[in-house]
């Protein structure tokens, strides 16, 4: 059995697969080795997984936010290793996890759109471009994370039109004091932000929200996109609940940088099982 774990900052999706399928759909919290320690994901793992898979898993492929380096995937490895100490375990960015399950064995742009944002070229093996996405205060540009903080800056400042300020009070009711408080004082503030994305979605309508998401885009696509040395490749992806949710409008911002017909997928994880499965029969030498 194999066991495939797609990681961002705010959850983490696994399955359980043989080469006849997935047998198992487990989820937990985000296992983000910059903050969370080995420890702290293995009592996670101890209550909520390994009680599904049992000790049958031979072979671990995690793909996760957070996973910049061998160090950091060897904190996310230490937690596995408590519960499959016989098993192969490779660590691998969720960049990386984007690339095989968007363009499989193809060369491509690979774009991430969820809480944080990342983009690459890949060349149907290795990365072989990547503009950092510096987090959600320097870049991770058309993110949730990002997005919410320049809609809570709107709100806050007056900058945000009339209706949609009663709009965002009503369903928000947020104090200013409470905002500065979970951006500032409190973890995983990038978290908080995303969760006022979907204000967006809901006013998608009203001109504010458009203009507002498709500068947004924009910014992605030309700080990072456009700055890959692959820039002109022409098959391009997209994986994340962002990207998945508002792909009416990143259609749209894309014809304008003239690429056309992108993937997108809310998560990567289905994806990533076919590969993997496919990887598997490879090996075996099934059809």
């Known amino acids: 059995m194999i066991l495939i774990a797609d990681s961002g900052s705010t959850k983490t999706a696994w399955r359980l697969a043989d080469q006849t399928g997935v047998q198992a759909e487990i989820t937990t919290q985000g296992m983000n080795p910059f903050f969370r320690t080995a420890e702290d994901m293995a009592s996670e793992i101890g209550e909520k997984l390994f009680p599904v898979t049992g000790s049958r898993v031979s072979e671990i492929w995690f793909y996760g936010a957070g996973v ?4 950091k995937g060897e904190i996310v490895k230490n937690a596995l290793r ?9 660590t691998q ?3 990386l996890g984007a690339c095989h399950a968007l363009l499989g064995n193809q060369s491509g742009i690979a774009c991430i759109m969820g809480t944080g944002s990342n983009a690459c070229f890949y060349n ?3 990365i072989a471009g990547h503009v950092s996405p510096l987090g959600f205060i320097l870049g991770d540009e058309g993110s949730g994370a990002v997005m919410g903080k320049h809609l809570l800056g709107d709100y806050f400042k007056e900058v945000m039109p009339a209706e949609l300020r009663s709009a965002f ?3 928000f009711n947020l104090a200013r004091e409470e905002a500065l408080n979970r951006v500032y004082r409190e973890v995983r503030p990038n978290q908080f932000l995303a969760t006022f994305t979907p204000f967006l979605s809901e006013n998608l309508e009203h001109p504010y929200c458009q203009q507002f998401v498709e500068t947004n885009f924009k910014a992605f696509i030309e700080r990072n996109v456009l700055k890959l040395p692959s820039r002109h490749e022409t098959t391009i992806g997209f994986a994340g609940s962002v990207a998945w949710h508002f792909s009416s409008v990143l259609k749209k911002v894309l014809t304008q940088y003239n690429f056309s017909n992108p993937v997108i997928l809310k998560e990567p994880i289905d994806g990533l ?3 993997h499965i496919q990887a598997e029969k490879i090996k075996t030498n099934l059809p």
């Open 68 to 71: 910049v380096s061998a160090e």
């Open 82 to 90: 408590s519960f499959y100490p016989e098993a192969n375990i490779e």
């Open 93 to 95: 960015s969720d960049l």
């Open 124 to 126: 149907g093996k290795i």
């Open 169 to 171: 009070q009503q369903k």
């Open 273 to 275: 099982v076919q590969y």
